[in-house]
T-cell receptor, first 113, second 114 residues
Framework: QKEVEQDPGPLSVPEGAIVSLNCTYSNSAFQYFMWYRQYSRKGPELLMYTYSSGNKEDGRFTAQVDKSSKYISLFIRDSQPSDSATYLC?????????????FGKGTLLTVNP | DGGITQSPKYLFRKEGQNVTLSCEQNLNHDAMYWYRQDPGQGLRLIYY???????QKGDIAEGYSVSREKKESFPLTVTSAQKNPTAFYLCASSTQGYPYNEQFFGPGTRLTVL
C-alpha cells in the first residue's frame, strides 16, 4: 500500500460546478496536509495547508482533514476554467529534521466553459 | 523578486552523456530539493539538502548526483548511469522554523534523451 493514494482522474466538470478532490493516506504520523496546484508545464504552487483534523476555507476553496479516516479533501466551489490544473496533495510530519513531503500522484482537473 | 529559477527550460541529451540542471534561489532558504515528475507518477524525491555542504538521498537517487557549495545553489547532475532520464525535473526550497514544510517550486526543466 502506497503512503498516499490519489485518484489521477482526469476529472472534467462544467463551469460553476462544485469539485471534490480527495487523498487517502496510511501513515498516521502525518500532521500537516497540503494541496498544491500545478498548471501545465509549470512548477506546483501551494494552494492550502491544514494542520491535523478540521476544515479550512479560503475563498472558493475548502480543505478538509479527517485523521480518523486518514482522508483529506479539497472542495472548489463555483469552479472556473482558470482552475483547470493538476492538483497534488502532500503531507508531512513535524519535529526534528524531517523535511520530506510525501505527494500524491495528482488529479488532472478540467473546467469547461 | 524573490523566487527559484531553473535552467535550462528544455534540455536534450544524447545517451551516455552527463548533464547538469541548474537551480538557484534568492529566498534565503536553508533547504533545497530535487524532484522528478513522470506522467501518472506524481513527484518523486531525488535528493535534498538541509544545509550547505550536506545533502541526503531521496527515494530515487540512483544515477543522479548533487552538490551544495552555496546556500543559493543546488545543481543536479543526471549521469549516464540513469537508465531512464527523460522526465520533468523540479527544484524546490523551504525554510527552517516553520511548523510545516511549505516548499516553493521552480518552473522546472524538461529533459529529453535522444
Amino acid at each position: 500500500q502506497k503512503e498516499v493514494e490519489q485518484d489521477p482522474g482526469p476529472l472534467s466538470v462544467p463551469e460553476g460546478a462544485i469539485v471534490s478532490l480527495n487523498c487517502t493516506y496510511s501513515n498516521s504520523a502525518f500532521q500537516y496536509f497540503m494541496w498544491y496546484r500545478q498548471y501545465s508545464r509549470k512548477g506546483p504552487e501551494l494552494l492550502m495547508y491544514t494542520y491535523s483534523s478540521g476544515n479550512k476555507e479560503d475563498g472558493r476553496f475548502t480543505a478538509q482533514v479527517d485523521k480518523s479516516s486518514k482522508y483529506i479533501s479539497l472542495f472548489i466551489r463555483d469552479s472556473q476554467p482558470s482552475d483547470s490544473a493538476t492538483y497534488l496533495c502532500a503531507m508531512s510530519w513535524s519535529g526534528g529534521s524531517n523535511y520530506k513531503l510525501t505527494f500524491g500522484k495528482g488529479t488532472l482537473l478540467t473546467v469547461n466553459p | 523578486d524573490g523566487g527559484i529559477t531553473q535552467s535550462p527550460k528544455y534540455l536534450f541529451r544524447k545517451e551516455g552523456q552527463n548533464v547538469t540542471l541548474s537551480c538557484e534561489q534568492n529566498l534565503n532558504h536553508d533547504a533545497m530539493y530535487w524532484y522528478r515528475q513522470d506522467p501518472g507518477q506524481g513527484l518523486r524525491l531525488i535528493y535534498y539538502s538541509q544545509i550547505v555542504n550536506d545533502f541526503q538521498k531521496g527515494d530515487i537517487a540512483e544515477g543522479y548526483s548533487v552538490s551544495r557549495e552555496k546556500k543559493e545553489s543546488f545543481p543536479l547532475t543526471v549521469t549516464s548511469a540513469q537508465k531512464n532520464p527523460t522526465a520533468f525535473y523540479l527544484c524546490a526550497s523551504s525554510t527552517q522554523g516553520y511548523p510545516y514544510n511549505e516548499q516553493f517550486f521552480g518552473p522546472g526543466t524538461r529533459l529529453t534523451v535522444l
